[in-house]
């Protein structure tokens, strides 16, 4: 039988187990740099979005996020993108591209679907040895949230 998916979904697939196991550069293991995303990400909760879940990775960020009426998603994104990669290349004396270009979004089905989606990004750090329980990674919404 012939794959029912195709090869590019086994490619994202790869993509996301190495983000997960932080495999790779990890410019946000800082803390300072990471606190920089953290903080834009809250910046406009309530106002623009209402922020669900995130969880600031060293090597990448999960937003599980209701975008209001009028600000769609890619402009948050980029808005994100472009306030925190300013921030942290000024911070550490540098220039260039901060973030990849564009971002993988997925859409929530239902409330068992989200329910999994949080879980799975506040335990993002726990199944990469980062931490023993969510709540103790600071940069999430395991700990910030629920504290």
């Known amino acids: 039988m012939v794959d029912a998916l195709p090869a590019s979904v086994d490619r994202r697939r790869e993509i996301d187990a190495a983000l997960d196991r932080c495999d790779g550069p ?3 293991a800082d803390p300072q740099a990471a606190k920089t995303v953290q903080n834009a990400i809250l910046h406009f909760d309530g106002d623009r979005y ?7 990775m060293p090597n990448h960020v999960h ?3 209701e975008a209001f009426a009028g600000f769609p998603l890619g402009g948050l994104v980029r808005s994100w993108k472009a306030f925190s ?4 290349n000024r911070a550490l004396a540098r220039r260039g591209a901060f973030w990849a270009p564009d ?4 859409y929530v089905r239902d ?3 989200l329910a999994a989606t949080i879980d799975y990004v506040e335990n993002n750090p726990v199944v990469a040895g980062l931490a023993s329980t969510p709540g103790d990674w ?3 919404s395991a700990s910030v949230m629920r504290a």
């Not at 990669?85 to 942290?88: D, K, L, P, V």
Request: neutral net charge; hydrophobic residues 50%.
């Open 63 to 65: 937003v599980v996020v």
């Open 50 to 56: 209402r922020l669900l879940a995130w969880c600031v």
């Open 85 to 88: 990669a300013a921030q942290i």
């Open 103 to 106: 971002y993988f979004d997925r």
């Open 138 to 140: 600071p940069w999430s």
């Open 111 to 113: 409330e068992t679907d």
């Open 26 to 28: 990890r410019p946000l």
